[in-house]
Structure formats: C-alpha cells, structure tokens
C-alpha cells in the first residue's frame, strides 16, 4: 500500500496491539507526555510490558531527564530491555542545550537511537555528522510542529530526506503529522517513517475514495445526525 513505513504514536496498550495484529504499522513511538495523558505511573513497568507482547518491531522509548549524564545512564537502561528498542533522545534539552555530543556517546556505544524534537535543518546536519551507518538510528522531524508555525514542511523534510542518505544513512521519521495527506507528501519528499494516531491509520482505507460517493455521504452523516437530534425548523 505505501513504500514509507508506519509507526503507530501512542500509549495505550490495546490500541498499540490492534496496530500491531493489524499488520499495517511497521513499529512503534511513545513519549513521556503520551504515556502521562495515558494514565501511566510506571514508565518502566509499562515499557517491559509492551515488549513481551511486541518484540519483533522497532520501538522507541524516550529519556526523559534534564542533564546529559543522566540522559546517558537512562539511555544505557532502556536499551537493555530488548533488542527491538530505540532509545529516543531529545535534540537539546530544557535548557537548549544541544544534546549532539550525547547522541555522539551513545552511538560510540553501539545504541540504536531515535533522535527526536527535531525542527530545522541545522539540527538535522549536527545530528547527521555524529551518527554512523553501521549503527541504526531514526531521525525525528517534527513536521507538523513545523507547519503549526506557518512554514511548509515538505522543502525541509524533503532536504533532510537528501542529507541523511548521502551520509550517516539513517532513516528520516515524519513526526507529529496532522492528516492523512501528510503521509503522501512524506512519502514523496523520501520520508522513510512517519508516525500515525489512531485516526490516521483509521482514515487511510480511504485511498482513492470516489469523491462524489464520500460527498453523498457526508450529507448522509448531516441528515442521519439531525435525525438522531430530533431538530425541527417549522415552516
């Protein structure tokens, strides 16, 4: 169906395994606000749980310390619990730090990562000239954040896409998309993931849809919802 791969973004255990059981996703991403907005108190207990049930798939747990040595023995920590893991580092940390000479550690240490929170070209270079292509690594663009500020994300995923191949070779990961058609134009900028919620993965059984059909019926959805609603306009 697509040639870019899908990574379900969430944190509800149920929902991840009917991604998962639903063959269409390829892995999985989550954060400490996903988890937080889930209900979730244990990050580690939640964590292992997920992976006995989802080993076979990459998924990325993220560090979620303030300073870099912290962010190094966490990092350490959650690589060890499975083989399928990438730890995700964020880009700089709440100071603006940039956590570059971080992720330069931890790829020395041979740690798959997923460097998120990513925003600019600039970013995505210094994170490209300390990675290695003999070390798995996923790159998180946050082109929905971007295109929240006015900009047109797809030139820069676009260049990114272009930079990446021609060095470290690690993959370019779409985030945070706000509609379906974001996951075409990931695909033709050279995307190689992007995440998906719950209601993208729903929508995209609507490839190719006859328009003239989903027209039809969303006035169906309007007359069916005045209906249910017992509205009256006497005339």
Same mark, same amino acid.
């Not at 709440?94 to 020395?108: I, N």
């Given at each position: 169906?697509?040639? $870019?791969?899908?990574?379900? *973004?969430?944190?509800? @255990?149920?929902?991840? @395994?009917?991604? /998962?059981? &639903? ?16 209900? #979730? ?17 990459? $998924? ?23 083989? %399928?893991?990438? =730890?995700?580092?964020?880009? !700089? %940390?709440?100071? &603006? ?9 931890? =790829?020395?240490?041979?740690?798959? @990562?997923?460097?998120?929170? #990513? ?9 490209? %000239? ?8 996923? =790159? ?5 954040? #971007? ?8 030139? #820069? ?25 974001? =996951?075409?134009?990931?695909? $033709?900028? &050279?995307?190689?993931?992007? !995440? ?7 929508? @995209?059984?609507?490839? *190719? ?13 309007? /007359? ?8 009256? $306009? *006497?005339?």
């Amino acid at each position: 169906m697509f040639k $870019i791969k899908l990574f379900a *973004d969430g944190a509800n @255990l149920d929902d991840m @395994l009917a991604a /998962y059981y &639903g063959g269409i996703v390829q892995g999985f991403t989550t954060n400490p606000t996903l988890m937080r907005k889930a209900g #979730i108190t244990d990050y580690e207990a939640f964590a292992r749980e997920v992976l006995t049930m989802i080993c076979d798939r990459p $998924i990325s747990f993220e560090v979620f310390a303030d300073d870099f040595e912290t962010m190094y023995r966490q990092a350490h920590k959650i690589n060890s619990w499975g083989e %399928n893991v990438y =730890v995700k580092i964020p880009i !700089t %940390n709440t100071k &603006g730090e940039s956590a570059v000479a971080l992720v330069k550690r931890l =790829v020395g240490d041979g740690i798959k @990562l997923n460097v998120t929170a #990513i925003l600019t070209l600039d970013q995505v270079q210094a994170v490209n %000239n300390v990675l290695s292509p003999y070390v798995p690594a996923i =790159v998180s663009v946050f082109a929905g954040r #971007i295109a929240d500020t006015g900009s047109d994300p797809v030139p #820069i995923m676009a260049q990114a896409a272009q930079m990446l191949k021609a060095e470290s070779q690690a993959e370019l990961l779409w985030a945070s998309p706000r509609e379906v058609l974001n =996951v075409y134009q990931a695909e $033709i900028c &050279g995307c190689d993931i992007i !995440t998906a919620t719950g209601d993208i993965l729903k929508k @995209l059984s609507m490839r *190719d849809k006859d328009l003239s059909e989903l027209s039809r019926e969303t006035v169906q959805m309007f /007359y069916d919802d005045a209906c249910k609603a017992g509205f009256k $306009i *006497d005339c």
